[in-house]
C-alpha cells in the first residue's frame, strides 16, 4: 500500500505543473522557442557545437552551423556517452543507502531519475554537445550562472533533473547548464592526435568544450535577457576541478567574471600531456589506451581508433584496466589549454583575477571511499599497521613525500575503525587540502577569494554518512529528493545558500558577514545547524596539507 501511494503522489506531483510554449528567440544561428511554466522559460537541448562524431571525434569543438527555420528546445539532447552500471547509478544507491531510506523510496527516487539521467542506452550519444537555459520570463540584463556538472569526468549530465531548477530564476538569475565530453571521449591523449593538432597538444577536448559553450554564452545570452559580461561559472566535484583549472586558461580569459568551485580544485588528480616524471603522462596513458584496442601508432592509429565505436570507450571490462586507462584521464597540462601546472597558477598569480569562492564538505569521502575501496576491498589492499602511508601514496599521485605529522595525530583522534578514518581522510585530503590551499594562494596574490565549509548533515537518526560528498546540491540547487528527512531549518539554509550565491553572481559579494579569506584572518563562511563565520576547526589539517602542496 505504501508503494502504491507513492507512486500515486508522485504522479499527481508531476502532473500538477502546466506549461505553455515560450516566446522565439532569435540566437544568432537560427530561431528557437522553448516552454514556459510558472513565469519562467525553459529552453532545452540547444547545440553549442558541431557533433563531435566520426573525424570530429577528439577534435577541439566546431561552432555549430546555423538553422533555418525554428528549433524547438523542449526537450534535452542525449547525454555524453558513460557506463551506466557504475559512477553515478552507485554513487546515488550509496547516498540513498547512507540516508537510510526504505527499498520502495530508493526505487521511486531511481524510477523517477532526480538525480542521474534515465539510464537506458538511448539516452546516450556522441551527439551531446548541448546546453540549457532557465530564466526568467521578462529577463533583462540578468547575471547569468553557468553550471558544470561533476561526475569524475566521466559521468553526469547538465540534464539531470537535480539542477533543473527555477530557484536561480526566481533571484533574476539565469542559470545556464552544459554537457561535456566524458572519460576517453572527451581527456583522451595521445601522440597522433598532438601530431594532428595544429597546437601540437591533445586531451583536454571537454575542456575545450566548455569553453566553446562559454563563447555561445557571451555571443547569444543576450538575447534571452542575460548579461554577457556578467557570467558565473560554477561546478561541483569534477565540476568545480573544471572551473579551478579554467581559471588558469589562457582560452578561457573573458568568458567569464565570477568563479566557484565546489569540492573540486585541479590541484589533484591532473597529468601532464608528456612528462613523466611525476606521474604518467597523458600521452602515455593514451598509448596504453589504444594498445589495449591493439592500434598500434602509426600513420593509420587515428583512422583505426575513430572506426572504434563510441561504447566501447567508455569502459574496458577489466576493472584494473578501467581504472587505469579510463578513470585517470583527465585534463592535463599542455602548454596550450592549461599552461600551468595547477598549485603552480594558484600560488604564482596565474589564475584570472576574478571573485573566487571555493569550498568543500565535512565528510566528503563517506560515499566516496566505499564506491572506490568498498570495505573488504580495504582491507586486502591496505596493511593494518601502515594504511594511512599507504594511502598517502595513492592518494598524493604526481606528489611526493612523507605523511605530515600532524595528519597521523588527526586520525588517532578519531573514534572507529581504519575504514572509518580512511573516509574521513579521504575527503579532508583530496578536497580540504586543495580547497585550503587554493584560498590560501589567490589571497596571498591579492585576488579575491572566499572560503565555505558545509557541515548539514541529513536531519535523520538512521543516516550514517554525515555532510558528505554532493550533499550540498540540494541546498545550491533547492532540488531536495523526496523522502529523505528534511526540516525547516533545512529549507531556511537552502535560501540562505542560493543567496550567496546568487548575490556573488549578481555583485562579487556572497553576503556582507562574510569576509574575504586571507593567511592571516582565515576565515570561512560555515553552513551547518546555523550559519556563522569563523576559522575551521581542523584547520592546522588544512595548513599542514597546503604547506604540503607548496612543496613541490
Partial sequence: M????????????????????????????????GFQTD???????????????????????????????????????????????????????LLLDGYGLAWYEKLLIKFFAFFAPTLTTSDFSEDCLFLNIISPKEAK?????????????????????????????????????????????????HPALSAESVNGVSGNYASLDQIEALKWVKKNISNFGGDPNNVTIFGESAGGQAVGTLLS???????????????????????????????????????????????????????????????????????????????????????????????????????????????????????????????????????????LKEFWEILLDGFSGEVPEILASYIESMDGTSYNAATQVW?????????????????????????????????????TIGATHALELAYIFGSFFPFVARDDWDDKLSEIMLNDWTDFAKTGVPHKSWPKFSSSNPIARIYG????????????VFEALADYFDKF
Fill in 249 to 387: 586558461s589562457p582560452l578561457s580569459k573573458g568568458l567569464f567574471h565570477k568563479a566557484i568551485s565546489q569540492s573540486g580544485s585541479g590541484i589533484l588528480g591532473t597529468r601532464s600531456l608528456r612528462d613523466n616524471s611525476r606521474n604518467r603522462s597523458a600521452e602515455n596513458i593514451g598509448l596504453e589506451l589504444a594498445e589495449y584496442f591493439r592500434v598500434g601508432n602509426d600513420e593509420k592509429t587515428l583512422a583505426k581508433l575513430r572506426n572504434i565505436p563510441a561504447r566501447d570507450f567508455i569502459q574496458i571490462s577489466n576493472p584494473e584496466k578501467d581504472a587505469e586507462l579510463i578513470s585517470n584521464v583527465t585534463q592535463n597540462v599542455d602548454g596550450y589549454v592549461f599552461p600551468f601546472r595547477f598549485h603552480d597558477a594558484y600560488r604564482n598569480g596565474f589564475s584570472h583575477n576574478v571573485p573566487y569562492i571555493t569550498g568543500f564538505n565535512a565528510n566528503e569521502g563517506t560515499t566516496l571511499v566505499p564506491l572506490i575501496f568498498p570495505e573488504p576491498i580495504f582491507k586486502e589492499s591496505f596493511s593494518k599497521e601502515n594504511w
Fill in 427 to 463: 575527503g579532508d585530503i583530496w578536497f580540504g587540502g586543495p580547497a585550503y590551499y587554493s584560498a590560501q594562494k589567490r589571497s596571498d596574490d591579492g585576488l579575491t577569494t572566499y572560503l565555505y565549509f558545509f557541515e548539514r548533515s541529513v536531519p535523520s537518526e538512521k543516516q
Fill in 39 to 93: 513565469q519562467v522559460n525553459f529552453f532545452l537541448g540547444i547545440p553549442y557545437a558541431e557533433a563531435p562524431i566520426g573525424d570530429l571525434r577528439w577534435q577541439p569543438p566546431k561552432p555549430v552551423e546555423a538553422w533555418d527555420g525554428l528549433k524547438s528546445a523542449e526537450k534535452l539532447g542525449p547525454s555524453c556517452m558513460q557506463p551506466t552500471n557504475i559512477g553515478n547509478s552507485a554513487f546515488l544507491d
Fill in 529 to 540: 545547524d546555523t550559519v556563522y563565520e569563523d576559522k575551521l576547526r581542523e584547520r592546522e
Fill in 141 to 189: 540584463n540578468l547575471p547569468v550562472m553557468f553550471w558544470i556538472h561533476g561526475g569524475a569526468g566521466r559521468f553526469g549530465s547538465g540534464g539531470d533533473s537535480i539542477y533543473l531548477t527555477s530557484k536561480f530564476a526566481e533571484k533574476d538569475v539565469i542559470l545556464v547548464t552544459i554537457n561535456y565530453r566524458l572519460g576517453s571521449l572527451g581527456w583522451f591523449a
Fill in 2 to 33: 505504501k508503494v502504491l501511494l507513492a507512486f500515486a503522489l508522485m504522479i499527481t506531483f508531476l502532473s500538477c505543473s502546466s506549461s505553455k510554449s515560450s516566446e522565439v528567440i532569435e540566437t544568432s544561428l537560427g530561431k528557437i522557442q
